[in-house]
């Protein structure tokens, strides 16, 4: 690529054009890297069916959404160089909405720039346009959007806990994904939901670029799902967007030696989900809500209620090799990722044996082998992986709890791990289960 061969040519980062076909649902996104001499041209698409023809007020929120789909979805073609300057082809962010795209692209790009030994700045600068101060804001408009909730669906415990809260509460919520996972369509149809999908094609050149030696690594795709479910919510008509992120999610995965925090799930996080609210609320619509009805509750919490649904047991998964962009690349559950083993983890203390090893198709306490694998979660020596997983102390906790249970107790992996956290000063498990800390639930979900 252009940029590794020349990198003292000066690098320009453009987003070019975004547009929504009313009639078919198809959002175009473009972006363009230039150096003065060589360029490359990046298009991403994603499909909503069955849009509501929208009226002219709800017309403006939908520009204003896709500019927020397209300035967050870019972060997947910056941080192949992460570097130049950012331009704009066509509209262009306010002051607010640049500082908070700076913070989006710094936090959700921390944990590649950490694996990438990334020393200098990997996070651009957005250029605000000069009519709108920080602090100056009268707030987006109220479209009189329907009062019906969108679940995303990711076919795991936490959306499946989220949607019966959501029914619990009154609602008859419909399910969405984003992308073309057979195991989410699955699960929705166990559920019986109405359920929809958002296509997505990323830029065509993205895998030979990644694999021809740019910059890689994990990207705030969470986030960038967000965005697009904004844009859904008032192409379909909803006035509520449920998210399922835990408050397990907030704890970052390491802390960097300069002090940086750098976070797997900061798309999950409360700092995220309070930014894209502020700007709906600032810039879309007013009488749009997304929040996580999770957010108060920990992973073993989530594990602890999800126990209960036992009609979903035979088909959900965690395990992300569901999820690739080429293809599931295993039936349900790998058996040695961290999601696998944590899952089973936080599980084991509230499901009998027999039933565990149903839904997982083995009994992975009982594997020897697997014991450094299941420390990690424990943070005996250095951090715990980069996954979306619970935190150390809730995987202590539900050691704790096992080593009583007369069923578990001797399990080879309960029992070593047991042992090492003899040394270890310990917490009261009911800690970890109990709801607590800041959210942005609306009263009516909270019971």
């Known amino acids: 690529m252009f940029w590794l061969e020349h990198p003292e040519r000066r690098l320009r980062f453009e987003f070019t054009d975004r547009s929504l076909d009313l009639r078919t649902g198809r959002v175009t996104l473009e972006w363009r890297f230039c150096d003065g001499q060589e360029s490359l041209a990046l298009v991403e698409r994603f499909e909503f069916p069955e849009i509501v023809?929208?009226?002219?007020?709800r017309r403006d929120a939908i520009e204003a959404a896709l500019d927020l789909l397209h300035w967050v979805a870019g972060i997947s073609y910056w941080k192949m160089a992460c570097r130049g300057q950012v331009t704009y082809a066509a509209r262009s962010p306010d002051?607010?909405?640049?500082?908070?795209?700076t913070s989006i692209y710094r936090s959700?790009?921390?944990?590649?720039?950490?694996?990438?030994?990334?020393?200098?700045?990997?996070?651009?600068?957005?250029?605000?346009?000069?009519?709108?101060?920080v602090g100056v804001c009268d707030g987006a408009a109220s479209l009189g959007l329907r009062r019906r909730a969108l679940v995303p669906m990711g076919g795991g415990k936490d959306s499946l806990v989220a949607l019966e809260r959501v029914r619990r509460a009154g609602y008859r919520p419909e399910t969405v994904q984003v992308g073309s996972a057979g195991l989410i369509g699955r699960v929705a149809d166990r559920a019986g939901t109405r359920h929809r999908r958002i296509g997505r094609s990323l830029a065509p050149q993205l895998a030979h670029l990644n694999a021809g030696g740019v910059l890689n690594g994990h990207v705030p795709i969470t986030a960038i799902n967000s965005c697009a479910l904004v844009l859904a919510a008032l192409l379909w008509d909803f006035d509520t967007v449920v998210f399922a992120n835990e408050r397990s999610a907030d704890t970052p995965t390491l802390i960097a030696p300069d002090g940086r925090p750098v976070n797997h799930q900061f798309a999950k996080s409360l700092e995220f989900e309070c930014l894209l609210d502020d700007w709906i609320k600032r810039s879309i619509a007013s009488d749009l809500k997304v929040f996580s009805i999770l957010r108060r509750d920990r992973e073993l919490s989530v594990c602890r209620e999800f126990a209960g649904l036992e009609q979903y047991h035979d088909v959900f998964s965690s395990c992300n090799r569901n999820f690739h962009l080429d293809g599931p690349q295993t039936r349900r559950w790998?058996?040695?990722?961290?999601?696998?083993?944590?899952?089973?983890l936080a599980l084991a203390p509230f499901v009998p044996v027999a039933s565990l090893q149903r839904i997982f198709g083995a009994d992975l306490l009982q594997r020897a082998d697997l014991v450094e694998s299941f420390a990690e979660l424990l943070e005996?020596?250095?951090?715990?992986?980069?996954?979306?997983?619970?935190e150390a102390g809730e995987a202590r906790a539900a050691i704790r709890l096992l080593a009583d249970d007369p069923h578990w107790k001797h399990h080879s992996v309960v029992s070593e791990l047991d042992r090492r956290l003899e040394a270890v000063e310990g917490s009261d498990p009911a800690t970890w289960l109990e709801p607590g800390g800041p959210h942005r639930i609306p009263p009516g979900f909270l019971a």
């Not at 023809?53 to 007020?57: G, I, K, L, S």
């Open 334 to 344: 790998c058996l040695r990722c961290p999601k696998c083993l944590f899952v089973f």
């Open 95 to 101: 002051a607010f909405q640049a500082r908070a795209l």
């Open 108 to 133: 959700g790009l921390a944990e590649m720039a950490w694996r990438n030994k990334l020393g200098e700045r990997y996070w651009p600068d957005f250029p605000a346009r000069l009519d709108t101060p």
């Open 53 to 57: 023809a929208p009226t002219q007020e």
């Open 380 to 390: 005996l020596d250095g951090h715990r992986p980069f996954e979306c997983v619970g």
